[in-house]
């Protein structure tokens, strides 16, 4: 909670510094949104940037990005010198295909992929897989996974739509996501292979707040902005696979 506000407080803060600006064109683009918390929970899906937001949002986190968006909005409408766009992404996963850039999350890891990767370097004994009763197409959760490499061109392509002679004026939300499911245990079987290494895993009970599915429809995002993701999840778990494998403990040099 605490983390949360002081978030929260850093988001205000950030989003209004441009408003000082000098009356010029000011961008404000917000890489940020998954939508488990802009969208809440999935009245359908795929999800499109039409589902209404903020609806079910059960935790702080999510919250605090949809009253972002909100006050973006009004920016927006405050004046026609607000130009933004808030890209509302998926699950990032990936590494840069070098594998000098990757995920070293801090102590034990909340999300799905650095999970299994360091299960399969050896740092962590199994994956836990949150519950198999889900109805999806094989109980486990599913989720939009992106690699980070897409994600990072869709902010240099969202920038160039803000900068450019004739920017888009107000506020514009964008999906960007591969617009493809899927599960926990297809993500290890994929890593599985990426790494030629059994993964060990175990299935718990659910953890508190998740959705069984979310994926998006990604095509505003091809059609007005000309980006679709490129890498599919072959490509996700190999270069995750040779960041962590060069990486074994991660940027620090001691396990913790
Ligand atoms: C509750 C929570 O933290 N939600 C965050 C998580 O949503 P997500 O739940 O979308 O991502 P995630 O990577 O935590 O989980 C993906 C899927 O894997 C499952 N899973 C995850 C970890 C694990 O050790 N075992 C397992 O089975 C989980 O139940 C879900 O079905 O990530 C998003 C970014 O990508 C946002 O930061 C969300 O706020």
Redesign the pocket.
């Known amino acids: 909670m605490r983390e949360t506000t002081y978030l929260l407080s850093e988001q205000y803060h950030r989003i209004s510094k441009p408003t000082t600006g000098d009356g010029r064109v000011q961008t404000a683009p917000i890489p940020y949104s ?4 802009v969208y809440g929970l999935p009245q359908y899906l795929p999800l499109t940037e039409s589902h209404p937001t903020g609806q079910g949002c059960t ?1 702080p ?2 919250k605090s990005k949809f009253f972002i968006e909100e006050m973006l909005k009004d920016l927006a409408s405050s004046s026609q010198k607000w130009s933004i766009i808030a890209l509302r ?5 990936g590494s840069h295909p070098s594998g000098e850039i990757g995920e070293d999350p801090n102590g034990i ?8 990767s360091q299960v399969a370097v050896g740092r962590r004994k199994k ?5 198999n009763d ?1 109805d999806t197409k094989d109980g ?4 939009d ?1 992106i690699h980070i490499m897409d994600l990072a061109q869709g902010h240099v392509t969202a920038l160039d739509k803000l900068l450019c002679d004739k920017p888009l004026s107000g506020f514009k939300a964008y999906n960007l996501g591969t617009g493809t499911g899927y ?2 245990f297809e ?1 290890i079987e994929a890593f599985s292979k990426a790494s030629k290494r059994t993964i060990p ?1 175990e299935v ?1 009970g ?7 599915s ?1 994926y998006c429809d990604a095509s505003l995002a091809k059609t007005e902005l000309g980006w679709e993701a490129k890498y599919g999840l072959d490509r996700m778990c190999e270069d995750t696979w040779r960041w962590q494998s060069k990486n074994t403990l991660g940027y620090r040099k001691i396990f913790y």
């Open positions: 998954p939508p488990p918390t935790n986190y999510g992404y998926f699950n990032p996963v890891p909340n999300n799905l992929m650095p999970y299994i994956v836990q897989v949150f519950g889900y486990s959760g599913v989720r996974y599960s926990v993500m895993y718990v659910r953890r508190e707040g998740d959705i069984a979310s």
